[in-house]
C-alpha cells in the first residue's frame, strides 16, 4: 500500500483567493461580538482565530486564522469543545453572518437598507458592516 503525503501549501495573499478577510479589524470585530455573547458551536466549516496562540502548529492563513476541517484535530489539541470556544474566537463567514442576522430577527430589507446606507462595496466592507449590525443588536441577555 502506497501512503501519498500532501505538502502542506501556506495561503499566498498574492496569488490565493481568500475565502474570507483577514485584517485585523475582523478578528477585533470577532472578538468583540465573542464578549458581547455570540453563541457559537465549533465545527467543521468554521474560521477561527488564535489570538493567544494556543495551536502550536503554524497556521496556513494570515494572522493565525485557521480553518475547521477536522475538528478531532482541534479536539487534540484543546480536549474539549469549551476549551476551544474559551481560547479560539470564530470568524463567521458573510453567509454564516447574514443566517445569524436572520436568527436575530433582522430583515433583509433592513440589512440591505443599513448597508446601502453604510456604503459598503467590497464583501470585506459588507462582512465588517455586518458584524457591526451583529454587535448593535445581539440581544441585552447575550451580553
Not at 28 to 49: D, S, T
Not at 54 to 69: E, K, N
Request: proline share 6%; aromatic share 14%.
Amino acid at each position: 500500500m502506497t501512503v501519498i503525503y500532501m505538502k502542506s501549501t501556506r495561503f499566498d495573499d498574492h496569488q490565493d483567493y481568500a475565502p474570507i478577510p483577514f485584517d485585523q479589524e475582523i478578528c477585533q470585530l470577532a472578538l468583540q461580538l465573542k464578549k458581547k455573547g455570540l453563541k457559537w458551536h465549533p465545527h467543521v466549516g468554521c474560521f477561527v482565530w488564535d489570538p493567544e496562540e494556543y495551536i502550536p502548529v503554524p497556521s496556513p492563513f494570515p494572522q493565525r486564522i485557521y480553518f475547521i476541517l477536522n475538528l478531532n484535530h482541534f479536539l487534540k489539541i484543546f480536549k474539549s469543545i469549551d476549551k476551544m470556544i474559551e481560547y479560539l474566537v470564530w470568524l463567521p463567514t458573510w453567509h454564516q453572518a447574514r443566517l445569524i442576522c436572520h436568527e436575530l430577527g433582522l430583515s433583509r430589507e433592513l440589512i440591505f437598507k443599513e448597508s446601502e446606507d453604510s456604503g459598503t462595496i467590497t464583501v470585506e466592507e459588507e462582512t465588517i458592516f455586518l458584524y457591526k449590525l451583529l454587535l448593535k443588536n445581539l440581544k441585552k441577555d447575550q451580553d
